[in-house]
């Protein structure tokens, strides 16, 4: 009986806590979180086991950037696990806590952050809230070329994970030098025959590890100092112009894939003009996860420029849950 007691406790709380959340004949949530990579889920986990009773909107892709990724060697807890596994297991842990009911797979499609309670848009559905978390996350960047956007699917891609298995024993380049290009190309090995990375430095900005992992591969060659000015080919990838960005010499590389690996920029259109957002597009917080508005909070890669990571992530998740916590009741809004 002990260890049903916790959950029965929770579940009567959810139930007495939403005798207060009608308002005009209307339910009203106590907190709404947008998201779900590791900030969603943390936030989800926390704010669910504070008795907020949640809702979870984690759009049509849920998972966040770690879906897109291969191997994860530095969450604590796991030697190493592959990112999708690693994203499932957050996943079934926010379901031991929430009902089916209040976890959505729809995307948001915009927000009303100057009424309160504040109204999040799903397509045709609108839901109120006391308070909300964003953990929208980031999304791939490209090079903003026109045959690139032209040949997304036909050799261009974004994802290594998802597309390298159709690159067996072909030529592929990974274009950046961040943590990701060296994951992208370090994976992509296993299937290319040959890998070159482009970057337009004459040194990488990733971790020591990953870079190491590079410069040891065989099968991976390195082009410095240089941009990729053109995507070639007419139905399918067939080459990339390039440019020395120090003596302007120009040429074509002839390659069979072009994987994009130049960062990531945060999911905040919609919050556009109704918080703080920076010149990078970032929510602006103080105090850890505060934004402009009273009730709302970012986690996660939504608002975090400088650390971008996993279990980084996980923690303003848990932040902004407690945060929440407290807004509410301070509000007396919950008891």
Same mark, same amino acid.
């Given at each position: ?16 806590? *939403? ?9 009203? /949530? ?9 900030? &969603? ?21 849920? &998972? ?12 604590? &807890?796991?030697?190493?696990? +592959? @990112? ?8 079934? $842990? ?42 929208? @996350? ?21 994802? =290594?994970?998802?597309? =390298? ?17 060296? /994951?992208?190309? *370090? ?11 482009? $970057? ?31 995507? +070639? ?23 069979? @894939?072009?994987?994009?690996?130049? @960062? ?48 980084? =992530?996980?923690?303003? &998740? ?18």
């Amino acid at each position: 009986m002990a260890s049903v007691f916790p959950f029965t406790f929770i579940k009567y709380k959810f139930i007495y806590n *939403s005798i207060f959340k009608v308002q005009g004949g209307r339910m009203v /949530e106590n907190v709404i979180i947008i998201g779900s990579g590791p900030a &969603g889920y943390a936030a989800a986990i926390y704010a669910a086991r504070n008795d907020l009773d949640p809702m979870l909107i984690r759009g049509l892709q849920a &998972g966040g950037q770690l879906m897109l990724t291969s191997l994860v060697e530095n969450y604590p &807890g796991f030697d190493s696990i +592959l @990112g999708p596994d690693l994203m499932e297991k957050m996943s079934q $842990h926010s379901k031991k806590f929430l009902p089916p009911s209040k976890i959505i797979d729809r995307d948001v499609t915009s927000v009303d952050l100057n009424v309160y309670p504040y109204k999040i848009y799903v397509e045709d559905t609108v839901y109120e809230t006391y308070s909300l978390i964003i953990a929208s @996350g980031a999304s791939a960047k490209w090079l903003g070329l026109e045959n690139e956007k032209r040949l997304i699917g036909k050799g261009v891609s974004g994802c =290594a994970v998802c597309d =390298a298995f159709f690159f067996k024993n072909k030529s592929v380049v990974v274009v950046g030098g961040g943590d990701s290009a060296m /994951e992208d190309a *370090s994976y992509l090995s296993k299937f290319a025959s040959d890998v070159t990375i482009i $970057h337009r430095r004459d040194k990488f900005r990733a971790s020591s590890i990953m870079q190491d992992r590079v410069f040891s591969n065989p099968k991976i060659k390195i082009i410095w100092d240089t941009v990729v000015e053109d995507v +070639l080919g007419k139905d399918h990838v067939e080459g990339v112009k390039l440019k020395n960005v120090k003596t302007g010499e120009e040429r074509v590389l002839p390659t069979q @894939g072009v994987f994009i690996a130049i @960062g990531h920029s945060p999911n905040t259109d919609i919050f556009k003009g109704q918080l703080q957002i920076d010149d990078l597009g970032y929510i602006v917080t103080h105090d850890n996860v505060k934004t402009s508005k009273d009730g709302v909070f970012a986690a996660g890669d939504v608002q975090d420029r400088r650390y971008k990571q996993a279990v980084v =992530a996980a923690g303003w &998740g848990a932040m902004s849950a407690i945060e929440a916590t407290k807004f509410l009741e301070e509000k007396k809004l919950i008891k």
